[in-house]
């Protein structure tokens, strides 16, 4: 039996991971459920799951959060603030720690899983952007295993040699990561510039959080998962390659020194890469009905658009800086995607904001996590600046 934390419980991988862990109640428990701010799902949550610790990240939410619980007959601990969500990741109630926590927030808690040896199944995808290494280098300390549950970097991982990421990748040539290419597959700069937060939110394939899916319809979430791909399986830039497949029934693939190409196929839904990350090395029955081939056929590609959605490339160029110039992509982004969901700043912005960091902010050797965290809240600071002077 595992015992399972899933933090950002209340979002889409959140829901995606409790509904596989309902399937097979003989062989996981979720024992940690964690929220934002989102007191009522969190509680709903729990009625159904009873976990042994709920948390809340907003202090001023926990006694709400307590009161619910208890009018609802729910008996579990309840805690709250940043804190409470690394020590929940670290500690004993959980063997697993699902990190679904969406940005720069799930940083610590999913570095605190990692050093304390949990099975780190990881979607929060800005922590490995931000920290790359240093999160590699504390599952290592700790002893645990990292299980990307990206659909592209789980699939990935599937078709690596015995599906397991330590063994030798000498014969590997190119990780093809595949894109949907998003909402706004085909159009033109022209066409973009007066996009909305709802049209860029909503998805073809996929439903996710707000955050990933701004993220997608501007493909610098094909940009993050680059970099992501370059750290979990260790890959230069020139071996990862994009191309976007519209139809997202091949969630990416490993071409090897003989031309062989391996590609994991599957529906567009969450639940393959969680089912398969949680039973790891085991398969187990995700809820995820059968692909129907002949139905989706012909398979379709085409190279991604790169003057038009500058965000992959800029990923693409903060990667071949290296040091923390990912890490400033990222924080810069978070900032131009929170303005361009709270209506202030203009889709096609979001890649001018994250470019004019990156020049202000030359990279720097990545030391340690409390000198990246300084770097990304001053990223940040760049950032808002270089909106108000936009807005
Ligand atoms: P979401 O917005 O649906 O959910 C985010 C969760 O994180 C919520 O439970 C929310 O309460 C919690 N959260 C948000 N801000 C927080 C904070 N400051 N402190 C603590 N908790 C906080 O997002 P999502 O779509 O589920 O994505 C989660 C992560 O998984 C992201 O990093 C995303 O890139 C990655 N991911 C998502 C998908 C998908 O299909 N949704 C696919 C691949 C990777
Ligand atoms: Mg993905």
Known sequence: MHTVAVLGATGSIGGNTLDVIARHPQRFRA????AHR???ALVALCVQHRPELAVIADPALEAELARRLAAAGVRCEVASGPAALTAAAAGNLCDTVVAAIVGAAGLESTLAAARSGKRLLLANKESIVMAGSLLLQAVAAGGGTLIPVDSEHNAIFQC???GRPDLDRSGVRRLILTASGGPFRGRSRAELAEITPEQACKHPNWVMGRKISVDSATLMNKGLEVIEAHHLFGAPAEAIEVVVHAQSLIHSMVEYADGSVLAQLGNPDMRTAIAHALAWPQRIESGVPSLDLTACAPLQFEPPDLATFRCL?????ALRAGGDAPAVLNAANEVAVEAFLAGVLPFLSIADVVEAVLA???PQVVVDIPTLLARDQEARGVARRVLRDAC
Request: proline fraction near 11%; hydrophobic fraction near 45%.
């Open 313 to 317: 490339a800029l990923a693409y160029q």
């Open 160 to 162: 690596l040699p015995g």
């Open 360 to 362: 202000e902010l030359p």
């Open 31 to 34: 024992t940690v459920l964690t």
């Open 38 to 40: 989102q007191v009522e």
